[in-house]
């Protein structure tokens, strides 16, 4: 499933941006959906999923409280609402779509990307 990630920009501290991830040519149902970013000089890590079925929502430590993943049918669409923003948040953000459960993505490498959404928080 190829999908892009939009809605990137340059924020404030503090500030909220939205992301959205969307597919092209297929539906998003059967799949739960990640979100990754990677930093400048850092490897890309897992933030936040969003499941199949029953959308259960699950998010990294450094962003719990602070994101909130969801995702609309009618739309094929999945959002990252990301609130609160810091410096750290900085990154090119990705979306991933994968079978597996949410709890499996986190730990999975993938080798095949779309194209990401930088994200820059600075003042």
């Known amino acids: 499933v190829q999908l892009q990630a939009s809605g990137g920009g340059l924020v404030q501290p503090g500030g909220s941006l939205r992301l959205s991830c969307a597919a092209f040519?297929?539906?998003?149902?059967?799949?739960?959906i990640s979100w990754f970013r990677q930093a400048p000089g850092k490897e890309r890590e897992w933030v936040s999923c969003?499941?199949?079925?029953?959308?259960?929502?699950y998010y990294a430590d450094s962003v719990e409280g602070r994101f909130t993943v969801s995702r609309d049918v009618p739309k094929n669409t999945v959002y990252l609402q990301m609130d609160s923003l810091e410096s750290e948040d900085t990154a090119v953000y990705y979306c991933?779509?994968?079978?597996?459960?949410?709890?499996?993505?986190?730990?999975?490498?993938?080798?095949?990307w779309g194209q990401g959404t930088q994200v820059t928080v600075s003042s």
């Open positions: 969003i499941s199949r079925g029953d959308f259960s929502t």
């Open positions: 040519g297929t539906t998003l149902d059967p799949y739960a």
């Open positions: 991933m779509a994968d079978r597996a459960f949410c709890t499996m993505m986190q730990r999975r490498s993938y080798d095949s």
